[in-house]
């Protein structure tokens, strides 16, 4: 595989992924801000694509109960 092939690659694949990173950001801030409902929004979508840090950040809200009722079950999926 020819190194220009390589970087169209990768730079395809950050196209990519630039989307679900704005949901993190705007996710993350909201959470900060104290508003978990507008948190789980926007992690939601994010979350059931595989993102790692929304997973995480979401069950930290269902663990706590911050905005949603407290769900062990549904922090630990």
Do not use: K
Not at 52 to 74: C, H, K, M
Request: aromatic content about 8%.
């Amino acid at each position: 595989m020819s190194l220009r092939r390589v970087g169209i690659t990768v730079a395809f694949c950050g196209l990519l992924s630039a989307p679900a990173a704005a949901d993190y950001a705007t996710g993350l801030t909201a959470f900060r801000a104290g508003d978990f409902a507008g948190a789980v929004v926007e992690l939601q979508v994010t979350a059931e694509a595989g993102e790692a840090d929304s997973q995480y950040l979401l069950g930290q809200i269902n663990e706590n109960g911050l905005g949603v009722p407290q769900n062990f079950l549904r922090a630990h999926v």
